[in-house]
């Protein structure tokens, strides 16, 4: 028997509907475990017929002023970057930001970390999600590595690493203009830290590591497991914690700051096609993280791992995704099956794979 558990439990649950003259009618609500976290996630089949209450379309008029309003002062655009974005202290970074391609890497103004960059990752001040091609994220993810190898060349207590994305202000961020974030912590926030003990317990139960187990499950199963990248493993999340949710899992490194040129290069070709099939799929705005664990600090079974997620579009009175459940709760309505995203995803990575 496998050592992962895919868990569901059904509710069924009667109500009279008003619609139906109050007839009787049974729902069945899916309740899924995450085989890592035990994080619940929730699916209704019923509730596709009110999906247009959660996911409106993009309201164009409304983006196309979003837009030019906020190119107007944006920091991000021309010369700006130079004029009006912090830089490090030449002790950390010599010429103060980091630059590779069409991305830079300098502080945050307003850190909530030990070491708190963003990283402009285009010239363009908005890219439609089909846009954002893999030398846009790969210039960005470079930059990011470049930065945590001098954190750790200046900071040994400098272990824990969270690359973020928000992208449009349904996702949190406050600036149209395509950015990363990147947090390098000594300790690790709140879900890097349930990851790394969830790790450990499995390794010092089973005796084995959880993502390696993880993907030879996924892969015999056939439901979620996507496409094999160079050293990554794309899947969907049986438990997701956010709409649409996929993952990517490097086989054996943990640490962002080891992994090589093309292991980048795979990572971003990925994200890129993740946004195409967002696209697709009619989103805009989306968060991602990428998570990262030092080698020296020997986390078993730890691995670097992406979660990316998209989030509401963008109209007049739209509602926000995270309410009650997400927030307080700390579990996930499921919207799109896992299974079903899947099958349609493989098809952006095809692509990716036959062409290299
Ligand atoms: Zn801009």
Redesign the pocket.
């Known amino acids: 028997m496998s050592k992962i558990r895919f868990e569901i439990s059904d509710t069924d649950l009667t109500l009279l509907n008003p619609f139906r003259d109050f007839s009787e009618e049974v729902h069945t609500v899916k309740v899924r475990k995450d085989p890592l976290l035990g994080d619940i996630s929730v699916y209704n089949p019923r509730l596709k017929d009110k999906v247009k209450f959660f996911f409106g379309d993009c309201d164009i008029g409304l983006l196309e002023k979003l837009i030019e309003d906020s190119?107007k002062n944006?920091i991000?655009?021309g010369d700006m970057i130079e004029k009006s974005t912090p830089r490090y202290p030449s002790n950390l970074v010599s010429e103060g930001r980091i630059k590779k391609g069409e991305a830079v890497l300098f502080p945050n103004l307003f850190p909530i970390g030990s070491y708190h960059s963003v990283i402009r990752l285009s010239d363009a001040?908005f890219l439609k999600l089909s846009e954002f091609r893999p030398g846009i994220i790969e210039n960005g993810i470079m930059a990011a590595q470049t930065f945590i190898n001098l954190v750790y060349n200046h900071d040994p207590s400098a272990s824990f690493v969270a690359v973020n994305a928000n992208y449009l202000f349904p996702a949190g961020a406050t600036l149209?203009?395509p950015h990363l974030q990147m947090l390098i912590t000594p300790i690790p926030y709140s879900y890097h830290e349930r990851l790394i003990r969830a790790n450990r317990s499995y390794y010092e139960k089973h005796s084995t590591e959880f993502y390696p187990d993880l993907i030879e499950e996924e892969k015999r199963k056939g439901e979620r497991y996507v496409a094999q990248m160079g050293g990554w493993h794309w899947l969907t999340a049986f438990s997701p914690m956010g709409n649409n949710e996929v993952m990517a899992v490097h086989e054996e490194k943990s640490d962002l700051g080891l992994l090589s040129k093309s292991d980048l290069a795979d990572l971003s070709k990925g994200i890129s096609s993740v946004l195409a099939f967002y696209e697709s799929l009619g989103h805009l705005s989306f968060n991602y993280s990428i998570f990262s664990v030092r080698r020296a600090s020997s986390q078993k079974g730890f691995r670097c791992i992406l979660k990316i997620i998209s989030r509401q579009n963008l109209y007049p009175n739209y509602r926000n995704d995270d309410y009650f459940l997400q927030k307080l709760l700390q579990s996930e309505l499921i919207i799109n099956l896992p299974e079903d995203l899947a099958v349609e995803l493989r098809g952006f990575f095809k692509h990716d794979i036959q062409g290299g």
Do not use: P
């Open positions: 190119a944006c991000f655009c001040h149209v203009h």
